[in-house]
């Protein structure tokens, strides 16, 4: 199965493209389906933390990103969604190559949406979940 | 008064020069007190999001790591603390040149301390709070 | 000074006492000002956890009740305001004869509102904080 | 299957037991594994906010609590765990005759344990989900 629903790519690229931040880093759209969206952001040292492990600010902003797009995908189009809030909790260290952040959308709502991100990191051919994050959406 | 408690900024700054993302990012300690930090970051469009803003995703990382430094400000010698998890709450756009966030103890604890932290953008003369967090800190 | 903005309380008491598990428990409105409100409730064994303290669901209502008194505070007549999530640390155990909440609006907005309510136990003189709350509210 | 897992229960139910506020309440416990806990609670006109429907207050107890079993059922015996923190997005009126909290572990530390809870209302042969929380527990 395309993991990329093209129509929904299309609408939502712009609006990753635009977040200077985020091109900066590298991010990348992985999957985008309605209501679904896994971002992954390769290793660099640049992002690192004190042991060489991708910093938690980065973990944080892959968390709160990936959720917004999941959110961003379940809204009419001329409609976008900015997070209100998020928590993460973090439950292991970021050690390995790859960042992964799979959003998925608990509740669309009219005005509110909420959504969930796990995050895990990929060191060869294992995955391992790192940190879980929990959003509040608002339309606009 | 001094804002900078020498002793503590001895014994903190390697572990902000370690953390090589806030150094990438230009992260500053303001104020370094028993129980409270202040960093700050200036603005340059390579943090911005989609309106030339500091990105979301900055605003996070300033929140978790100032609640961790103040965290650590607490702790003995030889212990240093990471976050658990934190909250936070998006409240106004980050427009302007300089982003800060305050934060502070609220409990201290053996294993676990609870720090809040306030972010602020500064434009011009001008302060206006951006996000507000709550952090659970655990030390190691 | 009064602690009671009257206008006020005769707005937000009658949503109080249509809150039956509220009025069940015994919860007072202690003060109500704009953007602020302090609830409180005495101890009842009823209340209370294993080792005979508040129990945490108790902590949790009153944090939740109380943010959202603050923020319906700052709205205007016929609005009223409805908890979207709260995040809640406990820092201390509720042992003591009174649970007190009190709240205030950190940021009022058309349609999201964002307060804090801060929880203490009071012990023969003695205040000690138990809890700390985060809460997004939505205006309805 | 049984969704009791008896060894478990009968080293739990006596802190559910001892909770005199959850035995005022009526909460039961339905399913009890390792890493999983569903507990539920029967209408009351006195567990009621203004509309009749469960109490915000109720619905935070049950989440609270149920990640709170979910947590000590993985714990080694004569280990119990207490709830650090937890996060709550409310996303729909809690109407109808049973509430249901269904909590599992995320991930089990040593020190802590992350664990969310999904909380719904059964209204006569339909289940709508109503919150949904992540916790932070400490293991004591």
Not at 4 to 33: M, N, S, T, W
Request: net charge negative.
């Amino acid at each position: 199965m395309d993991r990329i629903d093209q129509a929904l790519y299309q609408r939502l690229q712009p609006i990753i493209d635009a977040q200077v931040f985020l091109k900066h880093l590298g991010v990348q759209i992985v999957e985008l389906q309605p209501g679904r969206c896994e971002i992954s952001l390769d290793y660099d040292q640049r992002w690192s933390q004190q042991d060489g492990f991708f910093h938690g600010g980065i973990v944080g902003t892959l968390a709160d990103n990936s959720a917004g797009m999941a959110g961003a995908s379940t809204m009419p189009e001329g409609r976008n969604c900015l997070t209100a809030e998020y928590k993460l909790n973090f439950i292991a260290p970021a050690k390995g190559e790859t960042l992964i952040a799979r959003a998925n959308v608990i509740k669309a709502g009219r005005t509110l949406t909420v959504a969930e991100s796990n995050i895990f990191i990929k060191s060869g051919s294992e995955e391992r979940q790192v940190a879980t994050a929990l959003a509040t959406l608002i339309s606009v």
